[in-house]
């Protein structure tokens, strides 16, 4: 069955700290993967997404994630985290037509 | 250029009543979705289309019906509205082959409470 996991509800740094969020998932191809970022009260934001080739794909405000195959994950990550990156982030796998979203993981940075 | 819009943003409606949920995109996409958000659950997909005049089903589709009968807009209804169907929705579109290919935009979402 195709799922999507995100084992993180809530994850809490400090300002200037390092982040990793993980997501893993299962799907009988080679999936898109998508990471979206939802502040309170808002829509969906698109902060990266990979399709195929370099499996280290670059996204919006600094945040970067890996596609490994291997281990049928695609963790985000950014260097050092802004006060106003505290959101919800939701990974999402993708085919043809539909696409299946993780639970999220809350993100709060404490300054 | 508006992108996704949802009317309305929030909505109250009594158990057993009826509404429908309006979901227009300015971008010509052929796809377009309906997902519902509850509190530890993620985005769960209601019902989808990939083209005008054709729908299909999500994962949670019981309970609510669609239309498409332009390509601009996608419609959700609700005919007899259920406590279980508070939630939020969110509608997205997406381009079929092209630069964003895959790529879905998503609409500011619609607060719908269920008394």
């Known amino acids: 069955a195709q799922s999507v996991t995100q084992p993180d509800i809530h994850i809490t740094v400090s300002e200037g700290a390092s982040l990793e969020l993980r997501c893993n998932y299962s799907?009988?191809?080679?999936?898109?993967l998508f990471w979206y970022v939802q502040s309170p009260g808002q829509g969906l934001q698109l902060l990266l997404k990979?399709?195929?080739?370099?499996?280290l794909v670059q996204g919006i405000k600094g945040f970067e994630a890996e596609f490994k195959r291997s281990q049928s994950s695609f963790n985000l990550r950014k260097p050092s985290v802004h006060w106003s990156d505290a959101a919800e982030y939701f990974c999402?796998?993708?085919?043809?037509?539909?696409?299946?979203f993780g639970t999220g993981t809350r993100l709060k940075v404490l300054a | 250029n508006a992108g996704v819009t949802q009317t309305p943003k929030f909505r109250v409606l009594k158990t057993g009543q009826s509404m429908t949920l309006l979901c227009a995109q300015d971008?010509?996409?052929?796809?377009m979705y309906w997902y519902r958000q509850d509190p530890g659950m993620g985005l769960r997909l209601i019902h989808y289309?990939?083209?005008?005049?054709?729908?299909a089903k999500g994962e949670v589709p019981d309970g609510y019906n669609v239309s498409r009968l332009k390509k601009q807009n996608f419609l959700l209804g609700l005919e007899s509205a259920a406590p279980s169907q508070t939630s939020v929705y969110f509608c997205?579109?997406?381009?079929?082959?092209?630069?964003?290919?895959?790529?879905?935009?998503f609409g500011p979402g619609t607060r719908l409470l269920v008394l």
């Open positions: 997205a579109s997406r381009s079929s082959p092209g630069p964003s290919y895959g790529t879905q935009y």
């Open positions: 799907y009988g191809a080679t999936p898109y």
């Open positions: 990979y399709f195929s080739g370099d499996t």
């Open positions: 999402a796998v993708g085919g043809t037509y539909k696409y299946i």
């Open positions: 971008m010509n996409h052929e796809y």
């Open positions: 289309s990939v083209g005008e005049g054709t729908t």
